[in-house]
């Protein structure tokens, strides 16, 4: 995908209704207030044995600074938002409003825009050792706690 249709992406999650329940599907996710979406990913690393992984960590890292670019042109200077603190919120028993506490377990930070009532999110997403790098981007009611 190109930048272009990462920022159409995003505005047609802009307009999308929310469900009422959680709904998590193909890597997608959303629920009240929010919907996340991959836009861009790398391959696994699983059958490489990660050999690929720097290549794959620079591309991803290119087609992050060009969404958060273009984000940026388009809805001014993002917050760059950590996420580590709230991860271990989590971990020691609070309970985190979605989509904060699945970005916390998913990536150290997001980049944020504030777009009228809304945020706009972009962030690189990685479960696990040997899983892809995943572009994501998404669109939330729900402040950061």
Known sequence: MTTAEHLDTIDRLRVREFPTEPVWSGGRSSGPGYHLVPVGRTADFWEDGGAGRTEAADQISAEYGALTQALSDRWGEPQVFSLG?????????????????????????????????????????????????????????????
Not at 92 to 108: A, C, F, M, R
């Open 85 to 145: 603190s709230l991860r271990d919120r989590g971990f020691d028993g609070e309970e985190i409003p979605e989509p904060w506490d699945e970005l916390s377990n998913t990536t150290d930070h997001v980049h944020l825009w504030r777009a009228g009532e809304q945020w706009l999110v972009a962030y690189v997403a990685r479960w696990d050792e040997g899983d892809p790098y995943q572009l994501m981007a998404g669109v939330t009611v729900v402040d950061p706690p």
